[in-house]
Structure formats: C-alpha cells, structure tokens
C-alpha cells in the first residue's frame, strides 16, 4: 500500500552525486540549490522512490528519509550518537516495547528516537535546557506528536541522582558515568541494564572500575567500526576512508540484593 507524501513530512532529495538535502514539504515552498529549484508542490501527493526535476533540469531522487538518515541530516547542538552506535546499544540494552528507560545526556535526541521507536518510555535527563528543547523537536518532527506522551525530559543533573526506581534500563551518554553507578542501583530493578557511550578508553576504566565494586555484574566493554566497500562492476575493495573511532559501548546487568 502506497502513502503519498505530505504536507509537513521530511523527504530526503538526492542527486546524481548521492548529496543529500532533508526538506519540509510545505505548501507553496520551494527547494533551492545552485542547481534551481524544485516547488514543494511537485512532491506532495506523489509517491517516494521516483525522479524529480529541477528548474534547471537536475533530477532528484526523493524518498522518506531513514531514522539513521535524519539523525546526520537533523537540527542539533550537541554532538550525536552515530547511527553505528545506536544500533548495538538497543541490542545490549535489549530495549522492548514498553520498557521504562532512563536516559541521561539526551542532547539533541538521536539515541531518543531510536528508544521510541523501539517502544520504550523515556526518562530523560539534560543539564541544558536548549538541548532539552532541541531534542523535544527533533524527536516531534521525525516520529510525530503522540510520541511526546512517551518522552519526559527533565532539564536537571543525573549525577545529583534518580527520582524513582523500577526502571528497566539506564542509558547514558555523560562524561563521568561512574558518577551515576551508585543511583542506577538504586533505580533499576533487579536484572536490569545499564549502557554507557563513552568517547575515551580512561572514561571506560574509571567506569568499569565502578561496576566492579558495584552490584553489577556481566560487564562488557566493546568498540563499533565500520567500514564502507567500494563495489563497482569487478572492481571491489574496502572504501578509502571508514567511520572508525566515536566511542567505547560499556554494559553490565544489576544482580543481588
């Protein structure tokens, strides 16, 4: 079953070059580029995966746009979680619907997005109140309204500790987790998740170091590369340059009493 675009979607145009430009349909609107300009008109009602022209006679591309896709393209002011990250964090966090998560250091919402869509209900902690506000759009314009009934930010300092307790899953992107150790037991219920994103290996010892004198147990620390191919007829080999390095995935399971 077809779903014509509308009025309000975001829609991601691509040229023969594979560069990519996220638009807001709006009546009336217009795509510029040095290229010409394609009226918003054009799009709304049609369907994805067909070509476009320009005024200038540069075809495009045009299809919804992928979570991963608008979480490198979106609004943001703190620096992201990559979507190679995101991914193995929903699977060591074994997130499922209706799980209540605790999120702290939600910047501008990308790991967010990914909790939601996964089913989860969100607590989330952030020291910044742009941030916080940032992530509160960016997570209305790509998943919907209804999707705020399961967001609940606060603007506060997650070392200062957790109201509340039951959670499913603690999952942070801070710069001293270990701080937080001593609230997630308090505020997870046996067998929960914690996950930690860190940038640095130094983040990682102090934080592992915590989990070790903690009632935590099963912890694991692991590093997410990737890797492009260039394939093209029979000339195939790995891509020049490959995303390496964002950061360390540390997890560990509450267990005792």
Known sequence: MTRPLRAGERVLLLDAK??????????????????????HDDLIGGDEGRTVSSTRGTRYLVVRPTLGEFILKMPRGAQVIYPKDIGPILMLA????????????VGSGALSMALLRAGAHITGYELRADFAQRARRNVESFLGPDEL????VHERDCYGGIDGDGYDRVVLDLPEPWNVVPHAEGALRPGGILVAYTPSITQVSQLRDALARSRFAMAETI?????GWHVEGVAVRPDHRMVAHTGFLTHARLVGG
């Open 94 to 105: 074994d997130v499922f619907p209706g799980a209540r998560v605790l999120e702290s250091g």
């Open 18 to 39: 594979d560069r990519r430009y996220l638009v807001t349909l709006t009546p009336g609107g217009e795509f510029h580029s040095h290229n010409g300009f394609v009226p």
């Open 149 to 152: 009934g399961r967001y609940d």
């Open 223 to 227: 590093e997410v590369l990737h890797r």
